[in-house]
């Protein structure tokens, strides 16, 4: 089953062992780029996750119903106005947010954790828990069978005969156990959360631990749209008292993203007596929420706009914060040039990163460099990569290229290689990020923490990249594309033809173009073939690239900021035997590359925790395995833009918390600090 939003080609895949939905998670983060060149597919090995909601039916306007609003004194001030691409579909913390819900309700809420620039920092929190605090605690505990447990693939389920699981103390490949009966000691992830104290609802009630217990239940009521990951993982979410949670989770779940196991507390006071089957319908909750973050939703104008005003009870109010007294989101669609004309008149006083600017990127840099308005960019969450047929589909029962199986081109690691400095990637960065960003080398950007400078690293050299091909025996032609001579497991004579797939956007089929040419001036005979995003993306064994019947394949993955080194376990390769291939034709890996020590190396990196001694090693021992061997050429982060008024202050467009992470800051003119 697969789900697609075909406007926009960013392949997205729901895995077993990740939370397919951020919606909610830490905070409301949201995604830094309209889906614009891609489209996504949410895919579990044996079930997809759902759509975003669609739009709440909602009154022409929504008010905050009078009990439930502070008392506040009128506006003293300019209103701040942020200009959105796209209307919100429900402001319901737990339902499925799209891009502009989640730029709303960082307005309502605050944090609360924030992400900044890959690193987290708390919000309402004292502090963030970790071992040092004693705030995370790795406990082992006795199962036996029938024991709700975390399987070695991450999985929950019920512990029985012939599971494979991690004992405790196990985190590398190396030493799980098949369970056959009898007790097992497991480690079991422990995380206390501590709320500041003083924190009030927008209303001046207190905000309690019991407000998250309770955002705890609505999240695991069925109904509502938000991901059900963490619910399945934890064995209970308590209050210990007014500011303290603990959350315990399932044996074997021990994950690097314990943070995301606190949540999003919502107003017990306010909602108790609500239909818990109604909250993603109810005005109160998914027209306008309370919260008690910088404002408090004012009235929602269908269609139009909705505004804000500042919250009183706002506990960084003492600081000055927010700047305006008023806040209004704008819904103005994605034309950029009729935007940018919004922004010159002051309709709008900063346009979000979903309001079409990349149509008038180079436009906006002009202007920004004149000093007549401001432009902001930074890494998107998706990154781009051209993936090699390693392992094609013809050689399941074996290679015989004399059989009529597809040649084996991409087995030796030197044509991998080579290929990567035969592409200008630089120019594609040029091309596409406007040159923001820098190249990739692995699937990490270079500016995150755990990213290392000590992988190899593939300049753009097509002349050493032809050595390198002749090395290995692709001599060129008479009609200047390589033919083998010499080549292991390649009949002597074999011309480097290969095809090339890309979905068809217009940004991707400009992509392939470029790379294409660099190829061929490589000597490599490439036939570019775009589809649409529906039939290229298919799960197998009639998807040609999750099929596996390919030579080079070209989409984007999701950035995350846990390296996504599983995305190329040996485990995850996709086929039809499930003694071969464990999640079958769900499985993501499309290059078949298989390789033992990277599959240690990733899976000890992914069971270690933030504080363990060999934490950062683990993570940059896998990426270097896997720049070395180069199942895909990673090529950039896509980059998101916004652009404000001249006199913005506090503008500050984070690779992780987006543009308006800081909104209580952000202002102009006078209003500015």
């Not at 991450?154 to 190396?174: H, Y």
């Not at 009729?338 to 008149?345: I, M, T």
């Amino acid at each position: 089953m697969v789900n697609i939003f075909p406007e926009v080609g960013i392949l997205w895949r729901c895995f077993p062992n990740l939370n397919c939905d951020h919606s909610i998670v830490i905070k409301m983060r949201p995604f830094h780029h309209p889906l614009k060149s891609f489209a996504i597919i949410c895919l579990l090995a044996l079930a997809a996750c759902a759509g975003p909601d669609q739009p709440v039916d909602q009154p022409d306007t929504a008010t905050l119903p009078p009990e439930a609003a502070p008392t506040a004194t009128q506006p003293t001030s300019e209103p701040l106005t942020i200009c959105l691409g796209q209307e919100p579909n429900t402001l319901f913390p737990y339902g499925r947010l799209n891009d502009a819900a989640r730029m709303v309700l960082q307005a309502v809420y605050d944090g609360p954790i924030d992400e900044l620039d890959y690193q987290y920092m708390p919000a309402v929190l004292e502090e963030l828990p970790a071992f040092e605090n004693g705030g995370v605690r790795v406990e082992p505990v006795v199962v036996q069978a029938g024991d709700r447990v975390v399987s070695e693939d991450g999985s929950p389920i019920a512990l029985g005969s012939s599971a494979v699981i991690r004992p405790s103390g196990c985190a590398g490949g190396d030493c799980v156990l098949v369970y056959e009966n009898g007790e097992v000691v497991m480690d079991q992830l422990v995380v206390t959360f501590r709320l500041k104290a003083g924190l009030t609802w927008s209303d001046g009630t207190p905000l309690t631990a019991g407000d998250s217990v309770y955002a705890h239940r609505i999240n695991a009521n069925p109904i509502n749209a938000a991901s059900q990951f963490h619910i399945q993982r934890t064995v209970s979410y308590q209050a210990l008292d007014e500011l303290t949670i603990v959350w315990t989770g399932l044996p074997g779940f021990v994950s690097a993203d314990y943070l995301e196991n606190f949540w999003l507390p919502v107003p017990e006071h306010a909602w108790s007596e609500l239909d818990p089957f109604g909250l993603g319908e109810t005005s109160l909750s998914a027209l306008t929420p309370m919260g008690w973050g910088a404002y408090v939703i004012e009235n929602w104008e269908a269609g139009q706009e909705i505004s804000l005003r500042s919250n009183p009870n706002y506990f960084r109010a003492s600081e000055g914060l927010p700047l305006h007294d008023e806040l209004i989101f704008r819904f103005v669609g994605q034309d950029g040039p009729e935007n940018l004309a919004r922004l010159q008149s002051g309709e709008c006083d900063l346009l979000g990163p979903d309001t079409g600017l990349e149509s008038i990127a180079d436009e906006l840099i002009g202007l920004g460099e004149a000093g007549e308005i401001q432009t902001a960019f930074a890494q998107s969450d998706q990154w781009w990569h051209l993936d090699f047929g390693i392992q094609h589909i013809d050689y399941t029962d074996g290679y015989n290229q004399g059989l009529g199986d597809r040649p084996n081109y991409f087995e030796d690691v030197r044509v991998r290689q080579a290929f990567a400095q035969c592409i200008n990637r630089q120019a594609l960065l040029e091309q596409f990020a406007w040159g923001q960003g820098s190249v990739m080398d692995s699937y990490l950007p270079p500016n995150h923490p755990l990213s290392t400078d000590q992988t190899p690293s593939y300049t753009y050299d097509s002349q050493a990249a032809g050595i390198v091909l002749e090395t290995v025996g692709w001599i060129i032609g008479e009609d200047g594309v390589r033919v083998s001579q010499g080549v292991a497991g390649v009949l002597d004579g074999t011309r480097f033809e290969i095809g090339y797939l890309a979905a068809d956007t217009v940004q991707d089929q400009t992509m392939v173009n470029m790379i294409a040419a660099d190829l061929q001036a490589c000597g490599i005979q490439v036939t570019v073939e775009t589809q649409p995003a529906e039939t290229l993306f298919a799960n197998g064994p009639t998807g040609p690239i999750f099929g596996r019947q390919f030579d080079l394949a070209q989409f984007a993955w999701p950035l995350q900021s846990q390296p996504a080194c599983y995305l190329y376990l040996s485990e995850a390769i996709p086929g039809d035997d499930l003694d071969e291939h464990s999640f079958g034709w769900g499985g993501w890996n499309a290059t078949g590359w298989q390789n033992l020590e990277f599959d240690l190396a990733c899976k000890t990196a992914r069971n270690s925790l933030p504080g363990d001694v060999s934490y950062v090693d683990d993570h940059q021992n896998a990426q270097s395995i896997f720049a070395e061997n180069l199942p895909v050429i990673p090529l950039f982060a896509d980059v998101a833009i916004v652009a404000g008024r001249a006199d913005l202050c506090g503008l500050d467009f984070d690779d992780t918390a987006g543009a308006i992470w800081n909104v209580e800051s952000l202002g102009f003119g006078e209003y500015c600090p």
